[in-house]
T-cell receptor
Framework: GAGVSQSPSNKVTEKGKDVELRCDPI?????LYWYRQSLGQGLEFLIYFQGNSAPDKSGLPSDRFSAERTGGSVSTLTIQRTQQEDSAVYLC????????????FGPGTRLTVT | RKEVEQDPGPFNVPEGATVAFNCTYS??????FFWYRQDCRKEPKLLMS???SGNEDGRFTAQLNRASQYISLLIRDSKLSDSATYLCVVNPWDSNSGYALNFGKGTSLLVTP
């Protein structure tokens, strides 16, 4: 079956522009996670959705970051007024209700802010 | 202090060698433990779960010591295709972050002919 998909796969943007990253989880997966991986760093958890609800947004790096999920499916991560330190690979993962601890990752969006 | 610590390596080993990776974690409330594999410029992929009783999947053996908060991965008869970064992952649960994964920075393995 189809895995987690993300778009775009690569995004180059100028400092100060807004970007929107999209994640399509595996069909039927109720939980969705966003992570980011900066060069030479480990994966950093950003936000978690159970259904359409994100209980805690404090993991987002700054108030320029926002995320939403609609219909219990697609999620978007929006970064406003991008900065160079936002350059990273943004990864989305989803998991099922039956096996909530096993997450399947999408291929990521590689964001470069120039 | 980072919650999950791993030796970054790199580990350079010849084909056929046995190699072991270790990992320690700080959150005693962690409930689930995994090894993920990440190839260069690819997403992480689940390699195996880790259980207290120890578990084996072909050439791979994982062990968990909850008392010492220590996880290991043993790869026997290493293949060129095993070259990758191996990520130690722990998985505490809380209502705000669900089962968000805490990743180590990874251990790099290069298997040479």
């Amino acid at each position: 079956g189809a895995g987690v998909s993300q778009s775009p796969s690569n995004k180059v943007t100028e400092k100060g522009k807004d970007v929107e990253l999209r994640c399509d989880p595996i069909s039927g997966h109720t939980a969705l996670y966003w992570y980011r991986q900066s060069l030479g760093q480990g994966l950093e958890f950003l936000i978690y959705f159970q259904g359409n609800s994100a209980p805690d947004k404090s993991g987002l790096p700054s108030d320029r970051f926002s995320a939403e999920r609609t219909g219990g499916s697609v999620s978007t991560l929006t970064i406003q007024r991008t900065q160079q330190e936002d350059s990273a690979v943004y990864l989305c993962a989803s998991s099922s209700r039956d096996r909530p601890y096993e997450q399947y990752f999408g291929p990521g969006t590689r964001l470069t802010v120039t | 202090r980072k919650e999950v610590e791993q030796d970054p390596g790199p580990f350079n080993v010849p084909e056929g060698a046995t190699v072991a990776f270790n990992c320690t974690y700080s959150n005693s409330a962690s409930q689930s433990f995994f090894w993920y594999r990440q190839d260069c410029r690819k997403e992480p992929k689940l390699l195996m779960s880790v259980y207290s009783s120890g578990n084996e999947d072909g050439r791979f053996t994982a062990q968990l010591n909850r008392a010492s908060q220590y996880i290991s991965l043993l790869i026997r008869d290493s293949k060129l295709s095993d070259s990758a970064t191996y990520l130690c992952v722990v998985n505490p649960w809380d209502s705000n972050s669900g089962y968000a994964l805490n990743f180590g920075k990874g251990t790099s393995l290069l298997v040479t002919p």
